[in-house]
């Protein structure tokens, strides 16, 4: 019966998420512990890719870590970006998260729905004269850049942080005593194993969330016991309470 769950992901800002109501209804443990950390990369780093930021108009943010690097790396190389500079964001809430670094101009800001780059080709097709620059983790592929040729746009994808292991202490090692881990990422999976290279199918119950997460899990010769998204459930706290409900009735 799994009764303490480790979900490898910061604790939750707000006390309604859903993970506490889980908690709740099935009398369930829930630690959350990153298994990975986003760092920014240096000035020197960045300017061995030979992109100089004041050349682009607009800027593409796939999420809140984008905003994050891609505002603290102009502020170190002193850059100020001019309040003509276009931004687009795959959801409403990066968007809003702009607002950390600069002010909020709805005229100037532009937001998918799904969370997918693809939603935002509409709006930055009706843009083309822009120059677009895209800020990106060390892990990307080369889907978006597939995606914004496929469009004839003018644009650059350039890493600004980069994603490493967050280790588990020699004490955290001894006292884990979890039923089930949930995973986010590939590299979860690989810092799983990097720390616990003696694990092996069925020790203990993993979940993941995405695609290649899972193939991840697969591939490190693990047991994959809750896969998410599904089109039943979408979000990983349904998948998860689907899950639990199973383990009772059974």
Excluded at 12 to 29: L, Q
Excluded at 95 to 108: D, S
Excluded at 181 to 189: K, L, Q, R, V
């Amino acid at each position: 019966m799994v009764k303490k769950i480790l979900v490898s992901q910061p604790k939750p800002s707000s006390d309604k998420s859903p993970y506490y109501d889980i908690a709740r209804d099935f009398e369930v443990e829930l630690v959350f512990r990153p298994f990975i950390k986003v760092e920014g990369i240096s000035q020197q780093e960045f300017r061995k890719q030979k992109v100089n930021i004041p050349d682009y108009t607009a800027i593409v943010f796939t999420s809140r870590h984008a905003i994050d690097h891609f505002f603290q790396l102009a502020k170190e190389m002193r850059i100020t970006m001019p309040e003509t500079t276009k931004y687009f964001c795959v959801t409403e809430t990066i968007a809003l998260y702009i607002q950390k670094y600069a002010p909020y101009r709805k005229r100037k800001i532009f937001f998918g729905e799904t969370g997918k780059i693809d939603d935002l080709l509409p709006a930055m097709v009706k843009h083309k004269t822009e120059k677009y620059l895209v800020p990106m983790s060390d892990v990307a592929n080369d889907s978006v850049t597939k995606l914004l040729d496929s469009k004839e746009l003018k644009h650059t994808e350039c890493v600004m942080y980069r994603t490493v292991s967050n280790n588990f202490t020699e004490e955290e090692k001894k006292t884990f005593d979890y039923d089930m881990a949930i995973f986010f990422s590939p590299a979860g999976i690989k810092a799983l194993k990097e720390d616990f290279p003696e694990m092996k199918a069925g020790d203990i119950k993993i979940g993941t969330f995405g695609p290649s997460t899972a193939k991840a899990v697969k591939d490190a010769g693990l047991e994959l016991d809750l896969e998410a998204p599904t089109q039943r459930y979408p979000s990983m706290t349904g998948a998860l309470r689907h899950f639990l409900q199973e383990q009772e009735d059974e």
